[in-house]
Nanobody
Framework: QVQLVESGGGLVQPGGSLRLSCVVS????????VSWYRQPPGKEREWVAT????????TYADSVKGRFTISRNNALSTTYLQMNSLKPEDTAVYYC?????????WGQGTQVTVSS
């Protein structure tokens, strides 16, 4: 059974940076793409970024392009989301997610708050 555990969230000032991590267990991590989603307060969950299983292909939502970088370390079964130039509108619970055996699996989420 796949498990995803996020960490690295917190409170940061506008313009600051954070790096989120997601450790995956229970599956051969290298075979699967991984995505980050976020859910701002009072809004629906939205897709942020994806890194494909081969590791070099990435895609981003327009709202984060140029500021966020998704990456993965297959040896550690971990994916990262480096977030720079953070804005108050980036405040959300961030989730990592994988599509495994026909179903989307989610972590528990990590809170990111951007505020002065």
């Amino acid at each position: 059974q796949v498990q995803l555990v996020e960490s690295g969230g917190g409170l940061v000032q506008p313009g600051g940076s954070l790096r989120l991590s997601c450790v995956v267990s229970g599956i051969p991590f290298v075979l699967y793409g991984v995505s980050w989603y976020r859910q701002p307060p009072g809004k629906e969950r939205e897709w942020v970024a994806t890194v494909i299983s081969a590791g070099s292909g990435t895609t981003y939502a327009d709202s984060v392009k140029g500021r966020f970088t998704i990456s993965r370390n297959n040896a550690l079964s971990t994916t990262y989301l480096q977030m720079n130039s953070l804005k108050p509108e980036d405040t959300a619970v961030y989730y990592c997610s994988m599509f495994v055996n026909g179903a989307r699996a989610w972590g528990q989420g990590t809170q990111v708050t951007v505020s002065s």
